[in-house]
DNA sequence: CATAAACGGATAGTGCGACTATCCAAAGCT
DNA sequence: AGCTTTGGATAGTCGCACTATCCGTTTATG
């Protein structure tokens, strides 16, 4: 298979595969002559996973290159890959300006307590950390204890959530190998996210259509 | 407070808050002169809530707009309201590229059927709904179809959630305002987005050394 | 009260990320 | 043989989110 058809099966430009081959996002087609490349269906897999990472999940392309590039080593230990996973879909999410102090050391000493209390064991330096404190700082300030006072309650669902993706993803039954568990596990990870997030705003129109639009005359404010 | 002053209690450059000004994300400050302006803490907070919006939940200027003249009308319905909060961060989420058609259509029907099972009635062009559809389609083109098998977990774990957060924000102690009850929601439907992805990475991060590092010697991969 | 600093408002410019366009010489098809 | 396509290199575009500069007023300060 040529770039033309390529192009033609994964729905993505010839100029944006060109680039991703320069970005080392895919891998070079297999050489036919000094000129001329060949793909197969590697690469349309690849393909489709850039696009869904950059599309449906919004990691930036510079992100997917590392977590790719964990993918591909054989050496790098899953720990580490789910480390840069990580840092993929969080880079983004930093705040430039400056909730309160007091909000921020309140959410400090919250998320330690939370930490401590559910035996989560994560680095000082975990790329989730600081948002997770700032979220809750701004939350503070803005008046939304009540929200701040569902924290445990998500701990709990996304708990878990986690132990069972890490059930489905060890033990599949067709027996996997590291290879395709490291690529579950980042699928998993940053894919997830997608999937929590549009059933959470599915469950909300849902609902929220129930509540404020639906019955004609009950009590709503 | 004059704009330098704003700009010092916030952390917002000043020449952000004139862009935020100019985009009307901020309304303006009460003319004291013809050319000479105060700010109020309300600005203060608006402030907070739109860094807030942009850098921790990743929505774009434009729809952070969207969000907030919805919350400023005092018309418009809060079922309305939430489906602008609900395009502003499903927006950046859509697939350029074509998974396998055969995916496409098994996800779809997937996805009809929990809708089905689960009750949910949402609008047939609700945002997240191609987002979601086309998230398990590539995820089964990709061979995790183990994946697409927690899919009824998911969707228990958002649905108790979205009854929980609804509690919290229509029976807060304090009595709310519907303006304050609708500021809530959003912001607990964005931001609360923020605070789950965190949590859970940190979950995941908790759970990963322990399955993947910790343990010297127990017959890991 | 004079004068330097800060202000609000308008207009233009910058930097970055993600592509997209153009060229070229060397295949490839017909 | 001749038109098309290819891989690879280089340069250009586009949108977004800011920044920078100017300018004619205030405002503050010595």
Redesign the pocket.
């Known amino acids: 298979m040529?770039?033309?058809?390529l192009s033609r099966v994964s729905g993505v430009?010839?100029?944006?595969i060109?680039?991703y081959?320069?970005e080392n996002l895919l891998p070079?087609?297999e050489?036919?002559?000094?000129?001329?490349?060949?793909?197969g269906e590697l690469h349309v897999r690849r393909l489709r996973l850039v696009r869904a990472l950059?599309d449906l999940a919004g990691v930036?392309?510079?992100q997917v290159k590392e977590v790719l590039d964990g993918l591909d080593s054989d050496t790098l230990p899953l720990h580490d890959q789910i480390g840069r996973a990580h840092r993929a879909i969080t880079a983004r999410r930093q705040l430039?300006s400056n909730p309160p102090e007091a909000a921020t050391d309140a959410a400090t000493a919250q998320v330690e307590a939370l930490l401590e209390s559910r035996g989560w064991k994560v680095a000082p330096d975990a790329p989730a950390l600081t948002t997770l404190i700032e979220t809750i700082a701004v939350m503070r300030s803005l008046d939304q204890d009540h929200l701040v006072g569902l924290l445990e309650t998500y701990a709990d669902a996304v708990e878990k959530l986690t132990t069972l993706e890490l059930a489905a993803v060890t033990s599949r039954p067709d027996r996997a190998t590291p290879d395709q568990i490291a690529e579950s596990v980042i699928i998993g990870t940053i894919l997830g996210e997608t999937l929590i997030s549009t059933l959470r705003l599915l469950s909300q129109e849902s609902t929220s259509a129930h509540r404020w639009t639906e019955p004609p005359g009950t009590g709503q404010t």
């Open positions: 040529r770039i033309a058809e430009p010839v100029p944006t060109k680039y081959l320069r070079p087609g050489l036919t002559s000094p000129n001329q490349a060949s793909y950059v930036p392309v510079a430039a």
